[in-house]
């Protein structure tokens, strides 16, 4: 656990360092946020804010964690007695981990970067770019990449590392799923994926939620002796904590799906990887209950013919529409994370 600390803390420094130079540069560059016209009057003065932070987290992590391979190769063909065991400094498997979370990231990036290009358009052509929403790829068409890039994922899960159990509490063995494995896997990544990306709506919440998911998961990880992936989870840790620097109310960076899109679905992999992806709903609940809300007002508006449920979907919109402001319901929802994170843990423990 020393390691995977040190290497978290460090990985905070060296992302922190280049927050303010991207932040001038994406704002030099007019790479801002549309704000939703029918959200809440007070995210208006967020309109411009600089967005695909996700740049931010995801260069930090891909840097170290590489770096961290080739010392490791380095030492074993150098000097192989200095190390020992298997995995030695950080094991290839993390490669899955670390492709989902480019994969990811370059896909929520040019949908950004569409979006960007859709406004610019919009304000060549004598248009408000406040009343066309975000244009970025077709929804189809990036769920499909989505799911294309977690069938990959799935497939080398269990084929190349040989995972298709899942963990259930009191039960000492993981239930192999064999062929069943795969599809779980693909919903559980690209799932996860547009949850956290659903719950990027307010200052710090999703950079919050996701820190302290992967803590237990690094936890989860640790316990089950597979110090390699502990390691990530807290290089994922450093950098995130790096980007909330930035990003605590009132932001001066945005996640963006490069970021949110990344995240989700790299945590999905991880879960995958401890075989505790049961409890991921647990750990992940403010993720799983913005995502029901979605999909809760959806449904019920069809149905009804116009009928609510809430004020406002993702859920952190409601609260702040019943009266609390943002900084409370981030820090509520944060709580709430806490709370799940710590029953998670207690559950993988069983």
């Known amino acids: 656990m020393a390691p995977s600390l040190a290497v978290g803390s460090l990985t905070f420094l060296f992302a922190i360092l280049w927050g303010g130079p991207l932040i001038k540069y994406l704002r030099g560059h007019g790479i801002g946020e549309q704000i939703r016209i029918d959200g809440p009057r007070s995210h208006k003065v967020k309109t411009g804010t600089p ?8 260069g930090p992590i891909i840097t170290i964690t590489l770096s961290l391979l080739l010392v490791d190769r380095a030492l074993l063909s150098l000097a192989p007695e200095l190390l020992s065991g298997v995995e030695k400094l950080i094991g290839l498997s993390i490669l899955l981990p670390l492709g989902t979370l480019v994969a990811y990231g370059v896909l929520g990036g040019l949908d950004d970067m569409r979006a960007i290009v859709s406004r610019r358009e919009a304000i060549a052509t004598g248009q408000d770019p406040s009343k066309i929403g975000k244009k970025g790829f077709i929804a189809r068409l990036k769920f499909v990449w989505q799911v294309i890039i977690a069938t990959i994922a799935a497939l080398a899960l269990h084929s190349l590392l040989g995972l298709r159990g899942v963990g259930i509490p009191t039960i000492p063995r993981f239930i192999d799923l064999g062929f069943w494995y795969i599809p779980a896997a693909i919903f559980i990544i690209v799932g996860f994926s547009n949850a ?3 719950t990027d709506g ?3 919440l999703a950079g919050g939620t996701s820190a302290i998911a992967f803590v237990a998961y690094g936890i989860i990880a640790y316990l089950q002796g597979q110090a390699y992936l502990a390691l990530f989870c807290f290089i994922v840790v450093g950098a995130v904590l790096a980007f909330l ?7 001066q960076l945005f996640m963006g799906d490069a970021g949110s899109l990344a995240l989700g679905a790299t945590l999905g992999v991880v879960a995958l990887m401890t075989g505790q992806w049961l409890l991921l709903p647990i750990v992940g609940i403010v993720f799983v209950a913005e995502t029901m809300s979605v999909i809760m007002q959806v449904s019920y508006f069809k149905l009804t013919k ?3 449920i ?3 979907s993702p859920l952190h919109h409601h609260f702040e529409l019943l009266g609390w402001s943002e900084v409370q319901v981030v820090q509520r929802f944060w709580l709430v994370a806490m709370l799940a994170a710590m029953l998670g843990i207690a559950l993988a423990l069983i």
């Open 310 to 312: 809430f004020k406002m």
């Open 306 to 308: 116009g009928r609510r």
């Open 196 to 198: 956290i990306n659903l």
């Open 245 to 251: 620097w930035f990003n605590a109310y009132p932001a």
């Open 202 to 204: 307010l200052d710090g």
């Open 51 to 58: 967005t695909m932070g996700g740049i931010m987290i995801i």
